[in-house]
Antibody, heavy 122, light 113 residues
């Protein structure tokens, strides 16, 4: 059973950079699969942010691409999300998850973290 | 972007009765080379992460009760709960993974009548 856990600051100031890390257990991210981030603003639905391969190939939501960077640290079995120039609209629960297809991002998400609430406020 | 439109936004069903949720994609998510619909359903309960129920439109995940079934192809899909149980109260989302950006429907809230 693959386990994922998000970590990072729960409060970020407007215009600053949101940074979250997902620690994966019971599976090595360098063994395969794409790993992604999905968020849910309060009272709204799910929104895909991006998915990445441990080697660095990443796919981002176009409307967020200029602000998003995803990276992986295989030595720690972690992958990370950085979202710059945040506003109140970026307030959301952020989930990390695994894409169920081994070699492409074109798959559903089969394992999810519990989610981390990030509030953007001064 | 492929837009996913779910209906209804919410529904209330008596225990033991059938619940039906629809999802329509703005373009086909059927990949002709393998005849697979790149489509999934999730169940999302409050305070928990979403749970994958169904992929390839109608393939149930391991451990998902058989009262859940998925159907449809191309642009029109349905999730049916044949006999609603109390533990099925949740928001249900559809998702396409045919192309990036991966997109979700707006969600359907299912409650007990």
């Amino acid at each position: 059973q693959v386990r994922l856990q998000e970590s990072g600051p729960g409060l970020v100031k407007p215009s600053e950079t949101l940074s979250l890390t997902c620690t994966v257990s019971d599976y090595s991210i360098s063994s395969g699969y794409y790993w992604g981030w999905v968020r849910q603003p309060p009272g709204r639905g799910l929104e895909w942010i991006g998915s990445m391969w441990h080697g660095g190939n990443a796919f981002y939501k176009p409307s967020m691409k200029s602000r998003v960077t995803m990276s992986a640290d295989t030595s720690k079995n972690q992958f990370s999300l950085m979202l710059s120039s945040v506003t109140a609209a970026d307030t959301a629960v952020y989930y990390c998850a695994r894409n169920a297809e081994e070699t492409t991002p074109y798959g559903p998400f089969d394992f999810w973290g519990q989610g981390a609430l990030v509030t953007v406020s001064s | 972007d492929i837009v996913m439109t779910q209906s209804p936004d919410s529904l209330a069903v008596s225990l033991g009765e059938r619940a039906t949720i629809n999802c329509k994609s703005s373009q086909s998510v059927l990949y002709s080379s393998n005849n697979k619909n790149y489509f999934a359903w999730y169940q999302h309960k409050a305070g928990q992460p979403p749970k994958l129920l169904m992929h390839w439109a109608s393939t149930r995940e391991s451990g998902v009760p058989d009262r859940f079934s998925g159907s449809g192809s191309g642009t029109d899909f349905t999730l049916t709960i044949s006999s609603l149980q109390a533990e099925d109260v949740a928001v249900y989302y559809c998702q396409q993974y045919y192309s990036t950006p991966l997109t979700f429907g707006g969600g359907t809230k299912v409650d007990i009548k």
